[in-house]
Structure formats: C-alpha cells, structure tokens
C-alpha cells in the first residue's frame, strides 16, 4: 500500500473545501439575486406611484370642466334672457320716460315669466332698472344677503356666490341690458338657477373607489366656504364656513390658479389621505377630490407585490439551479486523491472538455440557426458587394407571397430597395455611414408596408464585411392608422350635422324676433338634432367603456319577454311604415342580465331594423328556448346585408358599403356595442341575412335553471 505523499490533500480536506465552495457560490448567487430584485422593483414603484397621483388629479380636473360647462351654460341663459328685444325695448321707452313703472312691469313679467319657463334650471328673474328699481320679478325671492347696490352693478355677466334658500343652494348670475341703440346700459337682470346638476356632478363616485369625495368650495381669507356637503356626510349643511379644515392647504393652491395634488396627513382622526385640487376657470371656486391613500395605491402595491413574488421565486430557483450546477462540478475534486488516478483524471477531463467545447460549438450552430430561422420577420444577410448570403424560412415564405416565380435575389431587391437610388436604398447608406439605418418602404407589387431596418457587420478588427436586413409587415398597421383617421373623419361629419343645425337655428333666434309657434318649432328641431348627437356620444363613450371595463353590469333574475315588450312600445310609433310585432311565448325560462345594458342592445338591433328598412315591413322580435340558452332575434325585411360584410359587421366603425344604393348614415358603433353586452352576459350574437329580403340578428342568453344546474355539478366535481 502506497503511503501519503507530503502535502497531497486528504480526502475529509477536500470535501470540506467542495462544502466551503458550494455555501460560498449559493449565498453570492443569493446575494446578488436580491440586489437585482431590489433594483428592478424601486424604479417600477417611482414609476407608477406618480401615474397613481397623476389619476387623481385627473379625475378633479374632469369634474372642473363639468362645473365649468355648468356655469358657461347659466352665463349663456342669463345672457339670452337679457338680450330679449321686446323686455329690453319696454325698458327703454321706460327709461326715456315713454312707459310708467306699472306699464313696463306689466309688460316685461309676462315676457319674463315665459323665459322662466322655458329653462329648466332657472327659478327666478328679477329686472332691474338703472336706478335700482325692481322692475319685474318672477319666481323664487331674492335673499336679502344678495347685494343689489348701483355700486355693485358690473358692465359684463358675472357669478354670484352661492345662496341657500328653504334648505337648497341656488347660483345667481347678475347681467347687464343694453340699448339697441347706443349700447348703454339701461337695467339688470338676476336670474337664479338650481345647482342639482353642480351636487350630481360633485357626489359622483366614478374612480374614487369607496373612499373618494368631492368638494366645490370658495377661500374666505384663512377659511373656506364649502358649498356641499360631502357625498358621505351625514347631515347636509350648504354653504360651511370651515376655519380649521385640514384640506385648506390644497384649497389655498388651487386658489392660485395652481392644479396638482398633495397629502394630508390629519382629517379629524381618519387615515392619512391623497387630495388632488384644481381651480374652477371663470370663478372663484376650487374643486376638490380626496382618497384615501391606501385605497388609490392598492393598485401600486397588488402589483408590486406580484413583481416581488416572482422576482423571489425566480430568486429561489436561480439558487437551486446553481447549487445544481456545482455539485457535480466540485464532485470532480474527489478523483484526485491519488496521484495515478488524478493524471487519469486530467487526460480525461482534457478529452472531456474537448468533446464538450465541439458539442457546445455545434449546439450553439444549431441554436443560431434554429433563432434564425424561428425569428417570424424577414432576415436576410449580404456582403459589402450585396450578394445574397444567408436567408431565413421567413424570407423565402413573404418572397413567394410577393413575387411567386422570381429567383430570390429578385425578391430580395425588390423587397429592401437594392432596385432604388443610393440616397434611398437603406442598404447602401449603411455600407457609407457604418451604422444601422431603418424606414419604411412599400412594396409597389403588392401594395404592401414593411418597416425595414440594417445593421452592419463587423470582425473583430472593426472590418465591415456585410449586413443585416429585417423586413417586418406592417400593412396592418398602415390600415389601423388608416382606419382611425377615416373614423375621426365619420365621428366629425355625423357631429357635424346636427351641431350646424342647432348653430343656424340658434344664431337666427338670437338675431331675428319670432313668435312662440315658430320658436317651438325652431326649439323641437334642436331638441331631436341633441338628442342624436347625445345618442353618437353615448354610444361611443358607452363602447369604450364597455371595452376598457370601466362600468360593473348589475345583473338580476328577470322575464325576457317583459323588456322585449319595453323595447317594442318605445318603438311602436317611431314610423308608420313599420309594423312592430313580439313573438314571445309564455313560461318562458328566466335570464340573469343587466336590464339597462341588454336594453340600449335591443334598441340598438330594432333601430337599425327599421333604419335599413327604408320601404317600411314587418319587424319581428321573438324569443325561443335552444339547448341550455335563450335566444332572441330581430327580423326585418329591410335591403339585406352583403356576404362579404356579415363578418365584419360587428367590428367597431364597419359599415358595409353598397354604391348601388342609399345607405342611411351612422358611424357603425350600434352592433358593436351589441356585441360587448351579449358577450359580457355569456352569450353569443351573429347574423342571417339575404340581399333584397332582410336580416335577422340573434343573440343567445344563458338560462337561470341550466347555470344553476351547471355551477351544482362543478361544486360536486
């Protein structure tokens, strides 16, 4: 037996070091995993806390422009009912001493009655003359804490705070009236208006989650005047002299034309909350939103903890996967505690490796060439003298799309721009400059976008030896752009016409007298041009949020043929060429859905059967039971839908387009909408239809008894 050499390391010497160099690598790997972790999670947290805030700050500056639409609407009314030409003529034949004070006010109460009830909002109408003197008034009292002095007369509009009168808050508007004459002012008028709309703009919880409130509020010196009381409040006070409230800070900001947000770190015991102020343009007002903070970053902090937990998981098996690694590879220290077996060991660690350095070459080959050709856009490589190296299946699959029958090199230069001037071709560019060039061409043939970029090729002394081409197709995107300006181009024009038939009608009320017959009529055209322009909106604004899941849908238990009875009765009278009947039979399963949601779907459906029935017909709607569903249709017997439009119809701003005939207008928003709501409720929605005879739209509902049944068996399971 061969005795230990002097200095030879003993087998328990070894281990212990293949132990110490194990622990050593797991908790440097360790180590570094979590400092990465930690560096990779504090910048998304410095990123999305300020897009947190920037919300909150949005959502009160959405409300400031509805408060200013409200106050611009009460300026408007109060200057068309100054701008009377019968009440303002009577006030100056009284100021030329032509009329006494009991004539004029006789005349100008009527007239002033009258534009008291043709506003909504409006309660009261008090006419004043230069002097003073009560003209005329109507509606409401004035409250004596109004100043109505001469010395606060104003020569143009102006907002009054807010009153409270018999327990409700009123907004009154002082207005100059002017000679036709020499444009001199003869009187005033203060109208007083509810603010229904104002509380209704300011207790809507919409992205405030639970804890949001809103407050419309005017600075006092050090105080602050709040005109509501809080959504959340329990007792409502108008008009709250507030001296100590924690939120004036923000109001003082706002107060200085400023928008933002801050925290607020003590609200009378509650939690620490975030408030995001914004002034009120044309007042004095600020507005208010406030949340608690913990609620507006639960968002921030789900997220982050989801990053965190698989950076940790990933951290784990980093940790695993390298103590894995370096097990066998320390294994390899035990073969050398003797010295014949350590020479073995090296010889064959040394054919090892070899074997090993070839394998990995050729794997890397393989790999390089199965991520070349596996890359989904055109590759292509070529020399400095652009001859056709190296091309990946892509490549040949787009080229014999493009140009079938051409050698590849034709292909190819047509598809990069070979075929071009220098001063376009991206390639020849690159060989000048040395450095990657990129754009975008169109391939003529085809009529089809590419974006086409170049990278050069370098050895390792820096020789530019060649280049390489990527093509990736983006005629989709082209048509997406393409798409969306023609969508602006259809929302614009359909606005258009309604809103130019209200300008025109408007504007020659304002500049011509006309009687009441007339003004009804010239009132009831605005009225129906509004209501389609609010129906546009509505339904655009209603899809978007749809798609984006901003709204929750309330569903209940409900009878289908109760709301197809609702939706036929609002219809029954919209034309006398349609005949709308129900075919409903009774006992009917019931349904779970949204009833405002599946409604605004079948008016949608029954008025596009009666807008794409030009010629009149009988319109149909009928329910029936089908499997484990309820499916619901609309026929009409209407001009009848392409084939080559049934599958695109319910795509956002489709519209089938037949140059042979009329088309009624729209902007193809309606079935879509009907699409997201019968998709949101587990159904399905598709269409049969023929040119010349009409469509029928069907839309599938799940029943109640079968869910039930459906949910009990996968409890069971």
Known sequence: MRKKAMGEPSHYAIKGLRKKILLSSVLYTLAALLLISALSIYPLYTWMRPAAEANLTHAAEIRALAVEEYL??????????NSRTAA???????????????????FTTAILKDALEISTEAVSITRFDREGRTIAHIGKPLRPELDISLSSWYQQLKLMDLVAVEGQLFLAVKGPIRSTADRSVIGHDIVMFTTTSLQRILWQTTGLGTSGES?????VEESTVVFFPSHRATEEVYNLLMTDWPLQPAVTRAAKGKAGSMKIDRDHGYRKKAVAYTPVAGSNWVLLVSMSEQELMAPLYRQILMVAALVLTLTILGTLGMLALLRPMTGRVMVYTKELDKLNSELTQEVAEREKAEARLQRSQREWEKTFEAITDAVVIRDTQGRLLKMNQATQHLLGELAPGQSPEQGCRALFGFDKPASECLFCRMIETREAQCGEQRHETADRWFHIACYPLFDDDQTLWGGVLIAQDVSEQKKMERIKDEMISSVSHEMRTPLTAMLGFVEFMLENPVD???????????????ERLNELVSNFLDLQRLQAQLEAYQFREMDICALLHETAHLFKVASKKHQVSIQCPGQLPTVRVDENRLLQALKNLLSNAIKYSPAGGAVVI??????????VSVRDQGMGIPPHARERIFERFYRADDSSRPMPGGIGLGLSLVREVIKAHGGEVWVESEEGKGSTFYFSLPMVENKAEKDKEKTEG
């Open 215 to 219: 407050w419309l509020a005017r600075p």
């Open 622 to 631: 009928a329910a029936r039971p089908e499997g484990d569903h309820l499916v």
């Open 72 to 81: 611009s609407r009460m300026v408007e009314i109060t200057r068309q009912i």
């Open 88 to 106: 303002r003529n009577y006030l100056a034949d009284y100021s030329a001493g032509k009329l006494t004070l009991e004539q004029v006010s006789q």
């Open 516 to 530: 009441r017959e007339q003004q009804i009529d010239f009132l009831q055209t605005i009225h129906r041009e509004t």
